[in-house]
């Protein structure tokens, strides 16, 4: 994320395209001023030890008590705003770290920015402090979720040296979001630095994130997440077939089709199929939404609300049937600045009202700080051992059963037309990622 200040009109920013060649996620915030600082403005005090490490995790199993759970409407808002602005376009982005992300400038924001962010993150009326807190909880718990999945979050803060950042909004992000915090020269060596940290943070995967730092450039936030998990149950290579996927205008492209007989969490109804597979000890795994021949995945993105979700999820039953579901890659890069917008997040990104004044004591009117980029890059690799994805829980669970007078008969779940996926965490209601398939793409 970038933050600009207000006296310099810059042009609306433009999607930026990025090589991604593997499976993190990283989501990127810019802020600016525009006056050049004088070598006698302060330096942010940074604490010491600025470089906490999130991937290597402090969390313990007591982060698995008295997780808040969350129950807003941001994961399924961002996601119907973007396949809105993609229709009928393979979309896969990750909630959880967009709100992250933007959840380091809600530290720093106040008065009516601070009120819309509230409301478009789910913050509600809650003191800040609170809903941060809440926010930390859910990420050391998902730190600890399951020793059988690879899971990374990390957070950092780049602050341009001699800007008066306020000591309190540093304190915070490294409380609450766990971030590693630098103070830079914004020159082009501090843009090696940088990249090399998301490099290292995203196992190499993702090599750079900025090609360079404007001028007027005061804050980059930025938030990487890396995940692999395999199947409890994996698909065999030799029952992977050359089958149709049928697209939405008719057409069929050949794609690799996985195949598996075993006893699944699964739901019938509203024109749909839904089936969960799991990972490792079963808290994370994949919901899959698969419409029938009433129903288009256009529509079914426009029927996704918390309570549809929470409808499906809690009628799962475990039941006997065949998945059979194709391998795909997919790259995705989205910039976050007009679907945030529209659901709600105007002043942030208004150079001449923004108000991140509890970010910085910035003297001149001229140096108010504003949102001028949020960016987002995902990817997702799906193939017979489980998930590979980036964008940069308590209890095993058994396996589900469901009590009926004679078995239901075997479900055949037969993934080869669009359809919707997720990965989310059972514990917390996380959703790390979420995205629609609308055509095979990539290496399969």
Request: positive net charge; proline residues 6%; hydrophobic residues 40%.
């Amino acid at each position: 994320m970038v933050f600009m200040a207000a006296c310099k009109k810059h042009e609306t920013a433009k999607q930026e395209t990025f090589r991604t060649t593997s499976e993190p996620y990283v989501s990127r915030l810019l802020a600016s001023a525009v006056p050049p600082l004088s070598d006698s403005a302060p330096v942010p005090p940074l604490p010491k030890n600025s470089t906490l490490d999130q991937t290597q995790g402090n969390a313990s199993q007591d982060d698995l008590v008295s997780v808040p759970r969350l129950s807003g409407d941001f994961a399924f808002d961002l996601y119907r705003t973007i396949a809105a602005a993609n229709p009928e376009k393979n979309i896969f982005i990750s909630p959880s770290n967009a709100r992250w992300a933007l959840g380091m400038a809600f530290a720093g924001a106040s008065g009516r920015t601070l009120s819309e962010m509230a409301a478009v993150l789910d913050a509600g009326s809650v003191p800040k402090h609170i809903y941060m807190n809440g926010e930390s909880k859910r990420m050391n718990s998902l730190l600890v979720a399951d020793p059988k999945i690879k899971l990374r979050i990390a957070n950092s803060l780049w602050l341009k040296k001699r800007f008066p950042f306020k000591k309190e909004f540093i304190s915070s992000v490294r409380q609450f979001y766990r971030a590693e915090v630098f103070a830079r020269d914004f020159v082009q060596a501090d843009v090696t630095e940088v990249n090399a940290w998301v490099s290292r943070k995203t196992k190499g995967k993702i090599p750079s994130i900025i090609e360079g730092f404007d001028r007027d450039d005061r804050a980059l936030l930025i938030n990487a997440v890396y995940f692999k998990g395999n199947w409890i149950d994996q698909f065999k290579k030799e029952k992977t077939m050359d089958e149709d996927f049928h697209l939405s205008s008719g057409k069929t492209v050949k794609c690799k089709l996985m195949d598996r007989s075993d006893s699944y969490e699964y739901f019938e109804g509203h024109g749909l199929q839904a089936v969960r597979l799991p990972y490792g000890n079963k808290r994370l795994g994949m919901v899959i939404l698969l419409p029938g021949k009433s129903l288009t995945l256009t529509r079914l993105n426009n029927m996704l609300t918390p309570a549809f979700w929470k409808e499906i999820l809690e009628g799962m039953k475990g039941r006997s049937g065949r998945v059979r579901l194709p391998r795909w890659t997919l790259e995705f890069t989205a910039l976050l600045n007009g679907p945030l917008i529209t659901m709600g997040m105007e002043l942030s990104f208004d150079r001449l009202k923004a108000d991140f004044s509890e970010m910085a004591d910035a003297p001149d009117p001229a140096d108010r700080l504003y949102i001028t980029n949020v960016l987002q890059k995902t990817f997702v690799e799906v193939n017979e051992e489980g998930t590979e994805a980036a964008a940069v829980t308590s209890g095993a669970y058994g396996r589900a059963t469901g009590l009926h007078p004679e078995p239901p008969a075997p479900f055949d779940f037969r993934a080869d037309h669009p359809f919707l996926y997720a990965i989310t965490d059972r514990l917390t209601g996380e959703m790390l990622f979420i995205g629609a398939l609308y055509t095979v793409v990539g290496r399969v």
